[in-house]
């Protein structure tokens, strides 16, 4: 009953703004072009993660696996970028980029991220042969870590890191990076969030 009580109220929300249903709400703010990329139990998400998020509020997806939930989060990155702000897409590990680069792909969003990881070799996923994703190397991190909030210069448009980064690094714990995350401009997307509160060893953080 809960979930029918959201649904509707989301859908009195997306007619309100003049929009048929949810899926052509979920289309418009999110710019994604197929209008088959999420099913209808994405697309209900998502709205409602969008009206959460217009109105001030988060929404934690509790979807067992195999629902798509890598598509639900790409779609809100996606709304997010449209919306002109500056996702930062958190993950248990680095190895996961890739997956949440193919979610992106396969909905059909292009992203550029700003990633905080040093410590990779290969490349990204990428469905643009001409185009790969790398992590920043050592020299680049060190100097680029302390100063860096994208700007756009280099097209970067979302931030990519791990909750072992947020945890230890020096970057996050700089002051002015984590008064610049503060800022409204920035909003978290956590994946694996059941993660957070556990180092590398899976011991409960204070």
């Given at each position: 009953q809960p979930t029918k009580n959201a649904l509707k109220e989301v859908?009195?929300?997306?007619?309100?703004?003049g929009f048929k249903d949810l899926?052509?709400?979920?289309?418009d703010k999110t710019g994604i072009k197929n209008p088959n990329a999420l099913n209808d139990i994405q697309v209900d998400s998502v709205?409602?993660?969008?009206?959460?998020l217009e109105n001030g509020h988060g929404l934690l997806v509790g979807d067992q696996t195999g629902l798509?939930?890598?598509r639900q989060a790409g779609a809100i990155i996606s709304y997010l970028i449209k919306s002109g702000k500056i996702p930062v897409f958190v993950t248990e590990n680095n190895g996961l980029y890739d997956d949440m680069l193919r979610d992106l792909n396969d909905i059909g969003v292009d992203v550029n991220p700003f990633v905080t990881n040093n410590t990779r070799t290969r490349d990204f996923f990428t469905r643009?042969?001409?185009?790969?994703?790398?992590?920043?190397n050592k020299a680049w991190q060190e100097e680029d870590q302390m100063k860096y909030m994208p700007t756009k210069?280099?097209?970067q448009n979302v931030i990519f890191t791990t909750y072992s980064q947020m945890q230890g690094t020096k970057f996050f714990k700089d002051n002015d990076t984590l008064i610049t995350l503060s800022d409204d401009k920035y909003v978290f997307v956590?994946?694996?969030s059941h993660k957070f509160a556990t180092?590398?060893?899976g011991n409960t953080l204070d």
């Amino acid at each position: 009953q809960p979930t029918k009580n959201a649904l509707k109220e989301v859908s009195k929300y997306a007619k309100a703004q003049g929009f048929k249903d949810l899926r052509s709400f979920v289309m418009d703010k999110t710019g994604i072009k197929n209008p088959n990329a999420l099913n209808d139990i994405q697309v209900d998400s998502v709205a409602m993660a969008i009206r959460n998020l217009e109105n001030g509020h988060g929404l934690l997806v509790g979807d067992q696996t195999g629902l798509g939930k890598g598509r639900q989060a790409g779609a809100i990155i996606s709304y997010l970028i449209k919306s002109g702000k500056i996702p930062v897409f958190v993950t248990e590990n680095n190895g996961l980029y890739d997956d949440m680069l193919r979610d992106l792909n396969d909905i059909g969003v292009d992203v550029n991220p700003f990633v905080t990881n040093n410590t990779r070799t290969r490349d990204f996923f990428t469905r643009d042969s001409n185009k790969k994703y790398y992590e920043q190397n050592k020299a680049w991190q060190e100097e680029d870590q302390m100063k860096y909030m994208p700007t756009k210069q280099d097209g970067q448009n979302v931030i990519f890191t791990t909750y072992s980064q947020m945890q230890g690094t020096k970057f996050f714990k700089d002051n002015d990076t984590l008064i610049t995350l503060s800022d409204d401009k920035y909003v978290f997307v956590f994946d694996e969030s059941h993660k957070f509160a556990t180092d590398s060893k899976g011991n409960t953080l204070d």
